[in-house]
């Protein structure tokens, strides 16, 4: 089990251990829902580090894979990265939220695009997180997404 992060109210990391599932939807800069998509994840730690497998299955039959490596820091910080990140994602505790922000390179078209991703989790309940993330690119807002994160009870270890 990862040591806890006592001095955060809500420690992210710890939320993630095991399995979980999330709902989600992108929205474009007018709000507009673009995308909704399912996600499943199975977090295991390793000493200091959490190893995050997500699988997201889009409304359009797209299916993408990311594995993060997460790693506390100090002082309530900690940061991670994943196979397609650019460079480590920075991330932070507070009271009842974590933050967390990333560059991705991900497939748009035919292109790889690196955007920017500033992500807040809040703790809604022993079971429930809900995620607010802002894409962005040249520090131009593209879009948001918003997901709501539940512990998988049927399938936890």
Known sequence: MLKRNDTAPFDLLSWLEGRSVAQGVFEDRKGRVRRRFTVEMNGRSDGNTLHLHERFVFDDGERQERTW???RGA????????EDSVGDAQGRFA????YLSSVLKLKVGKRSVALTFDDAFYQAGPDLVINRSTMS???IRLGQILIQFRKDAQRSP
């Open 75 to 82: 002082e309530g910080s900690f940061s991670g990265r994943a």
């Open 137 to 139: 690119k040249w520090g």
């Open 69 to 71: 490596h997460l790693m």
């Open 95 to 98: 009271e009842g939220v974590a």
